[in-house]
């Protein structure tokens, strides 16, 4: 009897234990894990985005800059204005003549008599674009055997600007110096807000058009190499901007325009250049054009100078706009302040030299 009872238990055990083994396992849930990513949106600068100042009228920010081309032959000198601009940009024309284009952030500023305003050449008519820039001139050089001249690249690339050769208001000729007339022609800077409404030119840039400079958030040496002057050869041809670093106010000045103007920053871009002549007036000359700039693409090296101190940097001209690299690579960051950008030749015997 204890034998059969045994056996039925031990059955029992063996159909549990079966029973048991054969039920499906309770589903494990995992809750996915939640990463929480917090992104935050730059404010925008509120600035002046060509000098980094924080000082800025505020109706001008998001707002397009002018750029104005100026003479810069011996009888223009000391340019109307000089010194007024956020950054200068200089280099060679043709015939070993230099030619300036005054960049201002805001156009309700710009003072009221400007000038020796001149003539568009290609490679100011595309500078002024890598900033989204409105571009004011008297004239141009025309296409002209091969030589696609300043008028051309602003047909080409539909150039909002505005031409002293179609008169107007804004235009006139200073009578205080004895002089020619082609160094006398003046814009009045505070009529360059009423012409540019009457024109209808687009007044918001464009950040796709616009080269966005970086600064520095204190003052910073440019570099470890000494600068406390500087030579700017633009090419064989011309003569030499010089610059002499001062202590006291932490500046670079010169004074080859017959008047002291003084910068934060000095920048040398160096581009290969292209003489093209051409018959002009029963003769001939010789334009300049800075390869890299008035194709809108290339790259090349140059120099900083700020504070003292100068350094090698690179550049690019990438989908129009002006990329600055230090160094080592990553984005130039410049002091806050006024700039100098000189254009010089690689190849037609530009140089610069520090001492």
Not at 106 to 112: A, G, I, L, M, Q
Not at 168 to 191: A, M, P
Not at 262 to 274: E, G, S, Y
Not at 276 to 300: A, D, F, R
Request: charged letters at 25%; proline letters at 4%.
């Amino acid at each position: 009897m204890m034998k059969r009872v045994l056996t039925i238990l031990l059955a029992i055990t063996l159909i549990a234990a079966l029973f048991g083994c054969s039920k499906a396992e309770e589903p494990t849930t995992t809750q996915p894990e939640i990463t929480v990513t917090e992104t935050t949106t730059e404010p925008p600068f509120l600035g002046n985005p060509l000098t980094g100042e924080e000082k800025f009228n505020p109706k001008a920010v998001g707002k397009r800059p002018v750029a104005i081309v100026v003479e810069n032959l011996s009888p223009a000198r000391p340019q109307w204005a000089i010194g007024s601009s956020d950054i200068i940009v200089e280099g060679e024309v043709e015939g070993g003549i230099s030619r300036m284009l005054w960049l201002y952030a805001d156009y309700t500023k710009v003072p009221e008599k400007v000038g020796p305003i001149r003539s568009a050449r290609p490679p100011y008519v595309m500078f002024s674009q890598l900033f989204d820039s409105i571009f004011v001139h008297w004239g141009g050089s025309h296409n002209n055997s091969g030589y696609k001249g300043g008028y051309g690249y602003i047909d080409t690339y539909k150039v909002d600007h505005i031409d002293g050769m179609s008169g107007g208001k804004l235009y006139g000729r200073d009578t205080t110096r004895r002089v020619s007339s082609e160094h006398r022609g003046i814009i009045h800077g505070d009529l360059l807000p009423e012409v540019i409404k009457d024109k209808g030119f687009r007044v918001k840039r464009k950040a796709k058009r616009f080269s966005k400079l970086a600064f520095a958030e204190t003052l910073t040496d440019a570099g470890t190499a000494a600068a406390a002057k500087i030579n700017c050869k633009f090419s064989s041809r011309t003569d030499t901007r010089r610059f002499t670093f001062s202590e006291k106010d932490k500046l670079y000045h010169t004074e080859d325009w017959r008047t002291d103007v003084a910068f934060q920053n000095v920048i040398i871009l160096i581009d290969k250049t292209t003489y093209i002549t051409v018959p002009y007036k029963g003769s001939s000359t010789t334009y300049l054009n800075y390869n890299s700039v008035v194709n809108g693409k290339g790259s090349g090296k140059g120099y900083y100078a700020s504070n003292g101190k100068q350094s090698e940097i690179s550049w690019r001209i990438n989908k129009g706009r002006l990329i600055l690299k230090d160094k080592n690579g990553k984005k130039l960051e410049i002091n806050v302040g006024k700039s100098y950008i000189g254009l010089a030749s690689s190849n037609n015997g530009g140089s610069v030299t520090f001492e």
